[in-house]
């Protein structure tokens, strides 16, 4: 295992940015088979993430954002989110967020309704969580 105290080395990249990295405790995030919660020690771990919100326990407090899908990676006490568009808590505004679910919610059914509400939903949990 890597030396790097007594937490965990993450980095959450969108295609654009990198989004927020750091030293956590544990990460929470929702993959196609379930939530995942990371610890130190965890076992090399490969996985595709769903949108939804991803929680970062940090020494100062917890980083909420949304992910709009992506991959995570675990290996030596290093943890990766890699996804094509990520947004922090502090970045969402939720009034929006609000707006693209009731949208998404008249559109026909359908894999583009779905997948916009997801996006929409994991958007506002993460906001809301953040307080």
């Given at each position: 295992?890597?030396?790097i105290?007594t937490g ?6 969108a ?11 544990m990460?929470?995030?929702?993959t ?10 965890h076992?090399?771990?490969l ?45 969402i505004?939720?009034d929006?967020a ?7 919610e008249?559109?026909?059914t ?7 509400i ?14």
């Amino acid at each position: 295992m890597a030396d790097i105290g007594t937490g965990l080395m993450v980095e959450m990249v969108a295609a654009d940015r990198t989004v927020w990295s750091g030293e956590a405790s544990m990460i929470i995030a929702r993959t196609v088979d379930g939530d995942l919660g990371v610890l130190r020690g965890h076992a090399p771990l490969l996985s595709l993430l769903t949108e939804a919100a991803v929680e970062i326990s940090t020494p100062d407090g917890v980083v909420h954002a949304a992910v709009d899908g992506g991959f995570i990676s675990v290996a030596d006490d290093r943890v990766s989110i890699l996804t094509q568009h990520a947004l922090l808590a502090e970045e969402i505004h939720i009034d929006e967020a609000k707006a693209e679910l009731e949208s998404a919610e008249g559109m026909p059914t359908g894999n583009e309704r779905e997948q916009r509400i997801r996006r929409a939903s994991s958007r506002i949990r993460a906001a809301e969580a953040a307080g």
